[in-house]
């Protein structure tokens, strides 16, 4: 889109891709504790669109929305990350429902039912899903967040970091992770299985996730959120 004098139209490129950055918004709203507004999220994330259309250029080989997709997520997390969103009763309710996790997995040898965390933390069931909702995911980040994708677009290593290739140790720890993860979520609940395949491989939100399922969004968010403590207790030691 160009106006008159030949220029790209800012206005209507923001218009147009309005659209994406909302589905960025929701996407990430598993990820983040309900004291945080779709709206301020949107907000920041408008603000990266403008970013991003100030810094492409299309003789860099890479399609416009990819670009455009990493500027506006970006600009969310950098947002998070300023105010700290996630409080300090937060992180402690993530850190209980992971060690009675791992207390019950331990004891039993098998991945713990939900009745039986709650249990452990000596709370109702109704309690533990109330509280799998409040710690909604908190400390997630995207692994593409951390590292440059196929398009060979600036990510978080390349302006932290030196060249990767250097650091062989660090790649040998990366690959460990990697193989550590994949393990972790082959052994999720079936259910818990399919909500990380849509959320994070098929792209899906949580409303989405939902209509699939048949059940309610806050259960969607409470499964996620469960799931996350699991691949965090299993992945502690990386």
């Known amino acids: 889109m160009y106006t008159a004098k030949g220029q790209l139209d800012r206005n209507a490129l923001i218009h147009q891709y309005q659209p994406l950055v909302r589905k960025l918004a929701y996407h990430m709203m598993a990820k983040l504790p309900a004291n945080v507004e779709i709206d301020d999220l949107i907000q920041v994330g408008l603000i990266g669109l403008s970013e991003a259309l100030a810094r492409f250029e299309s003789t860099q080989g890479v399609q416009f929305e990819t670009f455009a997709t990493q500027r506006i997520r970006g600009a969310m ?3 998070l990350r300023e105010y700290d969103w996630v409080s300090r009763g937060t992180r402690k309710s993530q850190r209980d429902i992971e060690d009675a996790m791992r207390h019950v997995e331990h ?3 098998r991945i713990p039912l939900e009745s039986e965390v709650a249990e452990e933390m000596g709370i109702t069931l109704a309690q533990y899903q109330s509280l799998l ?5 908190s400390q997630l980040l ?12 600036e990510g978080f290593l390349d302006h932290h970091a030196g060249d990767p290739e250097s650091d062989p140790i660090r790649i ?3 690959q460990r992770l990697r193989q550590a993860l994949v393990a972790a979520i082959k052994g999720l609940p079936e259910r818990e299985q399919q909500i990380m395949s849509m959320y994070y491989e098929q ?6 996730i939902a209509a699939v399922l048949d059940i309610t969004e806050s259960r969607v968010c409470q499964l996620h959120s469960q799931s996350v403590a699991r691949l965090r207790t299993k992945l502690r030691s990386h």
């Open 133 to 137: 909702t409040k710690v909604r995911g």
């Open 77 to 79: 997390l950098d947002e």
């Open 142 to 153: 995207y692994l593409e967040d951390l590292q440059s994708n196929a398009d060979d677009e």
């Open 203 to 208: 792209d899906m939100n949580l409303k989405e």
């Open 172 to 174: 040998l720890r990366d």
């Open 107 to 109: 004891r039993l040898g």
